[in-house]
């Protein structure tokens, strides 16, 4: 039997983990090429970062997860699992470290392999499924990116006339929102503020438009997070994360039009588990499913096909979008 430790990272650990996922993950990978990516994305108070050395100190497996909070009640959503298969269940014993020593609220995982992993969570007990993806076109004689043979636009129900106002920075959100009145502890997983403002606001690569819902004119119930994504010369906008009061996406169908129309772009698309199927219909999106359309979710590089994104949970209510994980990072 081959001996070996499993522990957290620290930070002296990073280049090591890096040639590992170099090595054995892929070459060349995002997080091991670009300066202070790995860092931004698993950093909360510590290096949230699980790996097994064995007694040469040689990286063995490694298995990294994202905190969506502090504290014993937190959200931790896995990402990137790797382990050598020459030592046996090493893996599993790597999920079963982070179970017992993460004190954590829910565990998930976004991008799960459903023809790999996807087996292993389920004997762990995790639920599995598939988020929706959901589009509302831009109207376009030709479109370059998607692949439209339904080119429908369905009607909106408004009932409320809503006010968005756009936060430049992670101060006008915070004066503006009243995030503990409108993002509920209970909810899963539960955003922190201090999560948010490194996700979104401090994020090293990408540029988010974050905009806040006043349904009734007034107070800003939920804030939404999207971002333009380019291709040969073509655009489209990726609905990203929502927080707050998910009813509130009801009444922006009439503003991400105009968006669509300023930002040139073909369609605006959603993946999500968890939001209301009538909510969405309601406000004019499709899913993609149904229709014969292609709506890319690969960029780097572009391919034109339809990506089914599979989750994995120990809380059957969590409420995911495509900003969850590590599912909207740079590749």
Not at 82 to 94: H, I, M
Not at 104 to 109: E, I, M, Y
Not at 118 to 144: S, T, V
């Amino acid at each position: 039997m081959k001996e070996y430790e499993i522990r957290y990272a620290t930070a002296k650990d990073i280049p090591s983990i890096k040639k590992f996922i170099d090595d054995k993950w892929k070459k060349d990978h995002i997080l091991v090429r670009e300066t202070g990516l790995f860092e931004w994305q698993y950093t909360s108070d510590k290096l949230d970062y699980v790996i097994a050395v064995d007694s040469n100190g040689t990286i063995q497996g490694i298995l990294g997860f994202i905190s969506y909070d502090s504290g014993p009640e937190k959200d931790i959503a896995l990402a990137m699992w790797k382990a050598n298969p020459g030592y046996c269940f090493l893996g599993v014993k790597l999920l079963m470290y982070i179970q017992k020593n993460e004190k954590h609220k829910t565990l998930f995982c976004s991008g799960i392999n459903i023809s790999t992993t996807a087996g292993i969570y389920k004997r762990m007990k995790f639920l599995i499924g598939k988020m929706n993806q959901w589009y509302r076109l831009n109207a376009a004689a030709k479109y370059q990116i998607a692949k439209v043979e339904d080119s429908e636009i369905p009607d909106i129900e408004v009932n409320n006339v809503s006010i968005i106002k756009k936060y430049n920075t992670f101060e006008e959100f915070t004066e503006d929102f009243n995030f503990d009145r409108y993002v509920s502890k209970e909810s899963v997983p539960y955003k922190s503020i201090s999560y948010l403002k490194r996700r979104y606001f401090s994020h090293p690569m990408y540029k988010y438009m974050i905009y806040g819902i006043k349904m009734d004119g007034v107070n800003t119930n939920a804030v939404f997070f999207l971002r333009v994504q380019e291709y040969n010369g073509a655009r489209v906008i990726r609905f990203v994360d929502c927080v707050g009061y998910l009813e509130a996406l009801t009444c922006i169908t009439p503003f991400l039009d105009n968006l669509l129309d300023k930002e040139h772009a073909e369609y605006i698309d959603m993946y999500e588990k968890g939001v209301p199927e009538g909510m969405l219909r309601k406000a004019g999106w499709k899913r993609v499913d149904e229709t014969n359309n292609i709506i890319p979710n690969y960029f780097s590089p572009y391919v034109q096909c339809n990506v089914d994104i599979n989750y994995c949970t120990t809380n059957e209510n969590i409420v995911l979008f495509r900003g969850d994980g590590d599912q909207d990072r740079p590749n």
